[in-house]
């Protein structure tokens, strides 16, 4: 998902689409965008970074920004890595700039290879890398397809996926396809192949029912999954897709205990896949290196980007499991699948420098500790403000959801862009803090929210600062808010 939301399609109860353009893009702007570059807005031209260090980024007009949530969950180690930089150069040196991944390997993409599958411990046998979270989904689709073509038996009528609502697995056709954001499918709802449906999103603050335990709630989602794989005919579904941790479309939303093992116990029962989306969660974000390491789950597929190399590279990938794996090893022998920049030496070099980084310097260690502290914080400070009806996430990864009314949990309207306001005002003086914004689903099942994931070095002073920033935009946003 872009860094910012800027403006969204909905689409109403009548299924009519209707586009909202939040005020700093009416017509009325003072300026229009004489950028050559097709920004999101062709009114009004971004924030120029023409500098950045750490979690600061500086701007042309001289501000400086404090980036609290890494771009998009991206820049997990801050910018100016002496050390990733000194890697992307080291290959730049070998002078392998590029070569076909179809006919030719190289040290970098091996070596990355290596150090993602030693992170699951085994548990994963290959690891296949792109350029973007939305190309990872793509390949991930035709691989699950694949697996059944190449099953002996095949299962041919294998060609359904089941995704939940309030998903995002990324940008292109079958990824948008994928997944159940309703306002970015919007637009291009007649381009996208019907290759999935959807089950309700895990989320305990809007979904759980007065009285009901946890237990019961898991209980409740496992029987709708089941339920969803009889409905469509569960010898058509390839897999189920799920975030560990929803990301963007719902704002850092964890589940309950047991919630994943049920999920993957419908998908044993009926021999299909399990993919797990970890673009966003993944890579640390969470605590653990892979989010479902804290599941006590491991998927089939497994997709990956953002902090896989903390913005230093454009690199995404898959990691693919035994039974996967063995499966094509047996059959063609080949995935049918391949793209001109797949596995790229530099980036792949970028990579894997962010990945030992993170190991050698126990950062997880730190995004436990500084998680912890940012909890607080928030907790402390914001948790009683009238307008935050809840406070979730885990690692460094943490929402805030608004609501009109705390004790009713009313989510505001999301023509109003309350989020994208505050994230708007949070960039401008005294705040001067980068947030990521969410904007809640027209039938109420989710609310705007706020996004905060700095990098994974961030410092106990960076912590408290950017609590303090965040908490003062919403208070003044809510103080004149009318
Ligand atoms: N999946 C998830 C969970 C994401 O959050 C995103 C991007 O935000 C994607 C997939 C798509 O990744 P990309 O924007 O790199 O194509």
New binding site residues.
């Given amino acids: ?2 860094p910012l939301v800027l403006s969204d399609y909905s689409t109403d109860e009548d299924g009519e689409q209707t586009f909202t353009t939040p005020s700093s893009f009416s017509s009325s702007s003072s300026f229009s965008s004489g950028s050559a570059v097709l920004h999101r807005s062709l009114k009004v031209d971004p924030l120029k970074v023409i500098a950045a260090s750490g979690i600061n980024l500086q701007l042309s007009n001289g501000q400086e920004i404090l980036d609290a949530t890494g771009g ?2 991206v820049s997990c180690l801050g910018h100016g890595s002496q050390r990733v930089q000194k890697a992307i150069m080291a290959q730049m040196d070998i002078g392998v700039s590029y070569c076909h991944s179809m006919f030719f390997s190289t040290t970098a993409s091996e070596g990355l290879a290596e150090e993602l599958i030693a992170s699951t411990n085994g548990q994963m046998a290959k690891a296949f890398i792109v350029g ?6 793509e390949a991930a689709l035709k691989l699950s397809r694949q697996y059944y073509l190449e099953l002996k038996p095949p299962q041919l009528k294998r060609d359904k996926f089941i995704s939940r609502h309030e ?6 056709l079958g ?1 948008l396809a994928a ?1 159940g954001h309703k306002a970015r499918r919007g637009p291009f709802e007649p381009l996208l192949a019907k290759i999935t449906s959807q089950v309700s999103a895990c989320n305990s603050y809007r979904g759980m029912k007065d009285g009901e335990t946890e237990g019961q709630y898991v209980e409740r989602l496992r029987a709708e999954l089941d339920a969803e794989f009889v409905r469509v005919d569960p010898k058509t579904v390839c897999a189920f897709i799920a ?1 560990p941790v ?4 719902l704002g850092c939303v964890t589940s309950p205990p047991g919630y994943f093992k049920a999920m993957k116990s419908v998908c044993e029962k009926y021999g299909a896949l399990l993919i797990f ?5 993944g890579m640390g974000r969470t605590g653990t290196i892979h989010a479902w390491q804290q599941e006590g789950v491991v998927p089939d597929i497994q ?1 990956i ?2 902090g896989l190399g903390g913005g230093y590279a ?1 690199i ?1 990938g898959l990691l693919i499991n035994h039974r996967v794996v063995d499966v094509l090893r047996t059959g063609t022998g080949s995935f049918a699948h391949g793209q001109t920049y797949q596995g790229h030496p530099v980036s792949c070099a970028a990579a894997l420098e962010v990945q030992r980084i993170i190991r050698e310097e126990d950062l997880m260690n730190n995004v436990k500790k500084m998680g912890q502290k940012l909890e607080k914080l928030l907790r402390d400070q914001l948790g009683e403000h009238p307008n935050v009806g809840d406070i979730r996430g885990r690692g460094l990864f943490w929402g805030i959801e608004f609501v009109q009314e705390k004790a009713l949990r009313q989510p505001f309207d999301p023509k109003e862009q309350i989020a994208w306001r505050i994230q708007e005002k949070g960039l401008q003086p005294p705040y001067s803090i980068s947030l990521y914004s969410g904007t809640g689903t027209a039938d109420g099942k989710s609310g705007d929210h706020i996004l905060l994931a700095p990098a994974y070095n961030v410092t106990a002073s960076e912590i408290e600062i950017i609590v303090d920033r965040t908490k003062r935009v919403i208070q003044d946003y809510f103080d004149t808010w009318v």
């Avoid at 998903?167 to 292109?172: A, L």
């Avoid at 929803?246 to 479309?249: E, I, P, R």
């Fill in positions: 998902m872009s998009a969950a973007s979270g939305s190309e990872s989904m998903s995002y697995h990324g940008i292109t990824a997944g975030e929803v990301g963007a479309a989306d970890e673009v966003m969660c997709t980007g953002k454009p995404a």
